[in-house]
């Protein structure tokens, strides 16, 4: 695999954020009942932050929760590797809450239709919304984000890799080309 | 993660890291078992057998209901309604059920080593769910569990079985169990009952109750087997429960803390008084609950990520 462009630096990462929030404010008419999911492993630190961001815009601190959609791949019963497989940890009752679900890239749309079976089998949100860090492309299934930060054509021998602070040291968004 | 192998017949062959990716998975699958909608797509399209040559209640039960929480289809075989009784035999019997296109097969025999031979005769992925004397991994897994869950490490912990030794496969696996993860453990009953070669590694070996309670973090009563009273292993039953029985004034023996374990099921005021039992110190109902997240756990890292 090498590198071919870099799509977003930390700030222009950060703007993209800050967009989103708005538009997630804008859309729910504030942060009532909101709630924020992120799925394992680049989308929890991307709901963190953008529970951050609605908390300095509304002053309302929305709540966080962490999904895990191994269990419910629709390739589980196929794969030649075992993935690794973390807690879902949501401490609130989602039978109340819209929930924003977040995930780093949105690619076959299969890790989003697992999510949602997941997040159903723990109660009936009001609804699910959808934010990304880069939509690009390439869908299997009829799942589409409302929240996007960057959308990036891309042909499928490429590579996007969303790095975050938390669990990459840097904020950026790259290309990569497969060899 | 992975636990790298096909079987779980005991420990042998299995790492320190293995099991400890079993031990993490059951937090993941006891979260799961708390939630409104228990049950997850994991195992969609497996079908397991359990395949039961001799009776047992809580190990089937909890087994099918963990494989159906996971998913997966399950094929019952109990011995008792089946062909064997007109003489088939273990591996005739595990070829026919083979021929349904089992995935993976959870044997208990009343025979040591017969997991093994389903494992061989199948060529599929093989459980023990208990095999003669010899083995029963996955009680040892989730008692090694519910001390996991009680201390928040094994290593150090002190841990006193007590009762029939030499019949149980439960005090072998878990001795095998808890050493491997650095337990100190004492295996602890009447000198008829006590097999000199598990003393090896960390595991000791006693006929002294007092000694072997004395500052436990935790003490395990075995079922006493009344069908082994005619072997002339012991004088009588009475006088067992005198000597051997774990109740609240031996309890006093160990640390503050301890906890009762039993694997079930229970002869309440033989080898353990019946108060103890449905005391706070008691953890036998946990035990019973983690073992549905450890066995979900075990079928995951067995028959997840093989092909």
């Known amino acids: 695999m090498h590198y071919k462009a870099q799509i977003l630096d930390a700030h222009e990462m950060k703007r993209a954020m800050t967009r989103i929030a708005h538009e997630i404010l804008e859309r729910n008419k504030g942060a009532t009942d909101l709630a924020l999911v992120g799925i394992h492993t680049r989308g929890i630190p991307l709901a963190e932050q953008l529970a951050q961001k609605i908390a300095e815009l509304e002053g309302i601190q929305v709540p966080t929760g962490k999904l895990d959609i191994t269990l419910y791949r629709d390739d589980l019963s196929e794969i030649s590797r075992q993935p690794i497989i973390r807690r879902t940890e949501i401490n609130f009752d989602i039978g109340t809450k819209k929930i924003v679900l977040l995930d780093d890239v949105l690619f076959t749309g299969r890790t989003i239709r697992a999510a949602l079976d997941a997040l159903t089998d723990l109660g009936r949100p009001k609804s699910i919304q959808l934010a990304v860090m880069v939509d690009r492309g390439h869908r299997e299934l009829p799942i589409r984000a409302d929240y996007v930060g960057k959308n990036l054509p891309t042909s499928k021998t490429e590579v996007v890799k969303v790095k975050l602070a938390e669990t990459d040291g840097e904020d950026v968004v790259e290309l990569w080309e497969l060899e | ?307």
């Open chain 2, 1 to 307: 993660m992975g636990t790298g192998v096909k079987h779980l017949l005991d420990f042998q062959g299995w790492t320190v890291e293995g099991i400890q990716g079993i031990l993490e998975t059951a937090d993941v699958m006891k979260e799961v078992l708390e939630r409104p909608v228990k049950k997850v797509p994991a195992l969609q399209g497996i079908t397991v057998c359990t395949a039961f040559f001799e009776n047992s209640t809580r190990t089937r039960t909890s087994f099918e209901l963990a494989a159906r929480r996971m998913s997966a289809d399950v094929l019952t075989f109990a011995a008792g309604a089946s062909s064997l009784s007109k003489g088939e035999s273990l591996r005739d019997t595990i070829e026919t059920l083979n021929a349904y296109k089992v995935d993976a097969f959870i044997v208990r025999h009343h025979a040591s080593g017969a997991a093994h031979q389903v494992a061989k005769f199948s060529g599929k992925s093989t459980i023990n769910a208990g095999d003669g004397r010899r083995a029963h991994p996955t009680q040892a897994l989730l008692d090694a569990y519910t001390m996991l869950k009680e201390f928040g490490k094994l290593e150090g912990l002190k841990v006193t079985i007590v009762g029939d030794i030499l019949h149980s496969r439960v005090a072998r696996s878990n001795a095998e169990l808890l050493d491997l993860l650095g337990a100190d453990v004492t295996l602890c009953g009447p000198a008829t009952l006590l097999p000199k070669e598990l003393q090896k590694g960390r595991v000791k070996l006693t006929n002294d109750m007092q000694a072997a309670v004395k500052d436990a973090d935790v003490v395990m009563a075995l079922r006493l087997q009344q069908e082994r009273m005619n072997g002339g292993f012991l004088p009588s039953m009475s006088e067992y429960a005198l000597t051997y029985q774990v109740n609240e004034r031996l309890l006093e023996l160990a640390k503050d803390h301890a906890i009762v374990l039993h694997p079930g099921p229970m002869n309440r005021d033989l080898e353990i008084s019946g108060s103890l039992a449905d005391s706070e110190r008691s953890r036998i109902i946990a035990q019973v609950e983690y073992g549905q997240a450890i066995r979900m756990s075990v079928l995951y890292h067995l028959l997840v990520g093989k092909k």
